[in-house]
């Protein structure tokens, strides 16, 4: 048996997934980590997005990790500058900055069978060697561009929601905005009251809920959570256990689904008088069949006198505006794309090569695939946290990725008392799972029949179980799943 040894451990990405991984082998005494994060500061999305409008649809209460209760939320649903600034205190309370190195782009981690080490490269040239690779990377990460003639030849400036430019001037200017998204409607809110006008260009409009989004917190709370913290942690918990009304709704075709559903019309009939637009608004698939987007201005900023609905397709671009599909040509000073992002792209654009020289690209030629969420056949001692069929539509991103860094802990821990070397799941645990996503898909709301990002071509990415099962499957390794290597010997299971 191997002595006692500390594993090196490589993270990469310091967003939400990166953060809490870290927080996690800090506090199960791991010393040999450090987490690679190529933007210039921490919080994964919350870095990268900064457009304006920008507001997590999630509660403050639940979208924050359970190690780190913030007492003083300022609002109900905290705007995007807030949440950064709470990662950003975060990595300091607890120490974390050290392990980050900021600027630091992966371009490529590689496998070695016979020393069974990784090789992880960034942009820069520098290597580390590690034991084991830990991909925090993010699911929504890299921007969506639309393929569309003439784009490259508009006169003006072209922006995407998720590489915003501060410096960008919108006050004042004809501004169009592609995409109906979560980020579309935001968007299009907040630059509405003081642009000349916006041009929504709405290729498949989407169901809006209702919600008032400004709400602030409510007074005196802060005092109290202060005060008595175990509150605070009272009402998480009960959030987390309450919010399972959504994974019940998403789920499972039940009344309850049905009531959601109702919100949805009632909110577009309530707040779109006008039968023309009120059609142009209506879609043609099921509320809560996409990621389901909530707002309390989109409705007003579009019946506004300054903003147009405009569906038909878009056919070019010239270097004045937008042409459409019947001849019309909207003339404009700005395109904003909220065309939202590559989903499936986990890890890419970098070079993943695990056992036997696989490439990810060629494992994952028909979608991304892996075994609850964290383990790929073929990729021994590499996790994802917040990987394939995260819980992206239903259960809180921070309790997955705490639950998903344990897990990937217990395996350290193992390495560290020198019982294992290398782990791998199998080929046949990996596709149960798989069978076992594509059967409980089935009556989940997502494949009601609209087309969305969750899909990935051959299915859909998504987490259909509740949390309870979640936590199961990721309370402890099933070793019988793995195959486990000890000091050169394979144990085949
Ligand atoms: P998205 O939901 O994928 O929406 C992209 C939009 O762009 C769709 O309306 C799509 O139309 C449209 N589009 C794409 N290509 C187009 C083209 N060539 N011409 C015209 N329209 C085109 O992206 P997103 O709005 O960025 O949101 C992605 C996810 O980010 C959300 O679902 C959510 O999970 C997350 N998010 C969360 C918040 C929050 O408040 N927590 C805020 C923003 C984003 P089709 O539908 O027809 O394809």
Redesign the pocket.
């Known amino acids: 048996m191997s002595s006692r040894r500390e594993p090196r451990i490589v993270v990469i990405g310091a967003g939400v997934a990166g953060i809490t991984t870290a927080h996690h082998l800090d506090r199960a005494g791991f010393t040999d980590f450090v987490v690679l994060e190529k933007g210039s500061d921490v919080g994964g ?1 919350w870095y990268w ?1 900064h457009y304006p409008g ?5 509660p403050s209460e639940i ?1 924050q990790f359970a190690f780190a209760p913030k007492p003083d939320w300022s609002r109900i ?1 905290a705007t ?1 500058p807030q949440i950064q600034q709470y990662h950003r205190d975060v990595v300091e309370q607890f120490g974390l900055a050290d392990r980050i190195r900021l600027d630091t782009e992966v371009v490529s981690t590689v496998f070695d069978d016979v020393s069974g080490e990784w090789t992880v490269t960034t942009s820069a040239g520098d290597v580390h060697v590690a034991d084991f690779v830990i991909c925090a990377t993010g ?2 990460h890299n921007p ?1 561009y ?3 003639d003439g784009l490259d030849t508009f006169d003006g400036p072209v922006v995407h ?2 590489r915003w430019d501060d410096g960008l001037v919108t006050a004042g200017k004809r501004i169009a905005v ?9 968007v299009v809110s907040a630059l509405q009251p003081e642009a000349a006008s916006v041009t929504h ?4 409009p ?1 169901w809006i809920l209702w919600a008032p989004m400004h709400l602030p917190a409510v007074p005196g709370v802060a005092r109290l959570f202060r005060a008595a913290p175990a509150i605070q942690d009272a009402l998480h918990s009960v959030l987390l256990k309450g919010a399972g009304i959504l994974v019940d709704v998403v789920t499972k075709p039940t009344w309850r689904r049905r009531a959601v559903q109702k919100y949805a019309e009632i909110s577009l009939r309530a707040q779109v008088g006008s039968g023309a637009l009120r059609d142009q608004l209506t879609p043609d698939y099921e509320p809560l069949c ?5 707002s309390g201005s989109y409705y007003r900023a579009i019946n506004a006198r300054n903003t147009e609905v405009v569906s038909s ?2 056919n070019r671009v010239v270097p004045g505006g937008i042409v459409t599909e019947d001849g019309r040509t909207h003339d404009v000073d700005v395109i904003v ?5 590559r ?1 499936h792209d986990y890890m890419r654009p970098m070079n993943v090569v695990g056992r036997d020289g696989v490439r990810l690209d060629d494992a994952w030629s028909d979608g991304p695939r892996a075994y609850r969420m964290t383990a790929i056949p073929g990729f021994p001692n590499l996790f994802t946290v917040l990987g394939p069929n995260s819980p ?2 239903s259960i809180s991103l921070q309790h997955s990725a705490s639950k998903t860094a344990m897990y990937i802990i217990a395996w350290l821990e193992r390495f560290r008392s020198g019982d294992v070397d290398q782990v791998e799941v199998t080929e046949e645990a990996t596709a149960e799972f798989n069978a076992q996503v594509a059967e409980a898909l089935e009556p989940t709301v997502w494949n009601t029949g ?4 969750y899909q990935t071509g051959s299915g859909i990415d998504l987490w259909p179980f509740d949390r309870r099962t979640l936590d199961r499957m990721l309370a402890a390794p099933q070793e019988e799943h793995f195959v486990v290597r000890r000091s050169g010997i394979v144990e085949a299971r």
Request: charged fraction near 10%.
């Open positions: 999305v997005n920008l507001t997590c649809d999630v979208y649903w995007g699911v929504l969506a639309p393929d569309i929601t998720a592609l995409g109906t998204g979560s980020t579309g409607v935001q260009f709405v290729r498949s989407q996409k990621r389901q987007v909530l397709g878009i794309l909220a065309t939202g992002f989903a992206t539509g609209c087309n969305s990002w």
